[in-house]
């Protein structure tokens, strides 16, 4: 069974489109490197960080770990990259 993050509303979702992007470039990494880490193709992850198609759970988790950042971050939740008290 896949879940998938479904933010809500479009202000939300443009705010993990954007973090997707802007965490993926300060790692000077390219969608190629984190689609191979993600297990998917370039393409699908493409699509991910334009928002075409929701982010499974598991590649959120994935993401979280790589850049080692919350996911209420990547989501847009919270402003703190880790989570507060987090060490």
């Known amino acids: 069974v896949l879940c998938y993050i479904s933010v809500g509303d479009s202000m939300s979702n443009a705010v993990l489109i954007r973090r997707m992007r802007d965490l993926r470039e300060d790692h000077d990494l390219t969608q190629t490197q984190v689609a191979e880490h993600l297990g998917t193709s370039q393409t699908m992850y493409a699509r991910y960080e334009r928002g075409a198609n929701e982010l499974p759970i598991h590649h959120l988790i994935s993401l979280c770990k790589l850049y080692n950042v919350s996911s209420d971050f990547l989501l847009g939740l919270s ?9």
């Open 79 to 87: 402003n703190h990259k880790v989570p507060i008290g987090y060490k």
